[in-house]
Nanobody, 127 residues
Framework: QVQLVESGGGLVQAGGSLRLSCAAS????????MGWFRQAPGKEREFVAAISRGGAMEYYADSVKGRFTISRDNAKNTVYLQMKSLKPEDTAVYYC????????????????????WGQGTQVTVSS
């Protein structure tokens, strides 16, 4: 079982940048596919980005393509989400998820594709 801890959230003005981190416990981090999701008040958790075990494959929601970049450092057991050109509609609690299962690209974009979740980090973008 893996434990996930997100950090890096905060308050930023529209157009600004933030980098979120998700640190994972254990020595098998490179066996997990990882994803970032977000949940705004009153809304369902939605897909943001995902990355394969070795980092070769990346997937993004249309709403963040060209602005967000997911990456991972398997030596540090950490996955990152670099967010640029932030908009007020990016305001949400951001969660990272992990799975050992072999999942398709479509599954990687769904909450059901992940078995482990962190507690989340708040991102607030002011206009």
């Amino acid at each position: 079982q893996v434990q996930l801890v997100e950090s890096g959230g905060g308050l930023v003005q529209a157009g600004g940048s933030l980098r979120l981190s998700c640190a994972a416990s254990g020595r098998t981090f490179n066996m997990y596919a990882m994803g970032w999701f977000r949940q705004a008040p009153g809304k369902e958790r939605e897909f943001v980005a995902a990355i394969s075990r070795g980092g070769a494959m990346e997937y993004y929601a249309d709403s963040v393509k060209g602005r967000f970049t997911i990456s991972r450092d398997n030596a540090k057991n950490t996955v990152y989400l670099q967010m640029k050109s932030l908009k007020p509609e990016d305001t949400a609690v951001y969660y990272c998820g992990a799975t050992l299962r072999v999942i398709s690209a479509a599954q990687a974009m769904g909450v059901i594709g992940y078995d482990y979740w962190g507690q989340g980090t708040q991102v607030t973008v002011s206009s």
